[in-house]
């Protein structure tokens, strides 16, 4: 099993969202079962701004470790998204 690769949440924070992703998806190609990188992908996403490829992999992540970030990651998810209200933006 590979390590996962150690600067990809420095990549994340700075905004190097396409470069993470791509070295994210080559890793998780040999090591689908990596909760971590799952979490990590599905963040790169969110932050990216495609909701629903993060929920994915917040959801693959979950599946794996019930008690880890990818699961934290997606409950906040669902609370953003019922929190959302079309109305507010079409006054």
Do not use: C
């Amino acid at each position: 099993m590979s390590s996962l690769p150690n600067n990809i949440e420095h990549l994340i924070q700075s905004g190097q969202i396409d470069e993470a992703i791509a070295m994210l998806d080559r890793y998780i190609a040999s090591n689908l079962d990596d909760a971590e990188a799952l979490y990590l992908r599905g963040k790169a996403w969110w932050k990216r701004g495609d909701r629903s490829r993060a929920t994915g992999d917040y959801t693959a992540s979950a599946l794996i470790d019930p008690a880890g970030k990818g699961a934290r990651a997606l409950e906040m998810a669902h609370d953003v998204a019922d929190f959302f209200n079309p109305d507010l933006l079409n006054p």
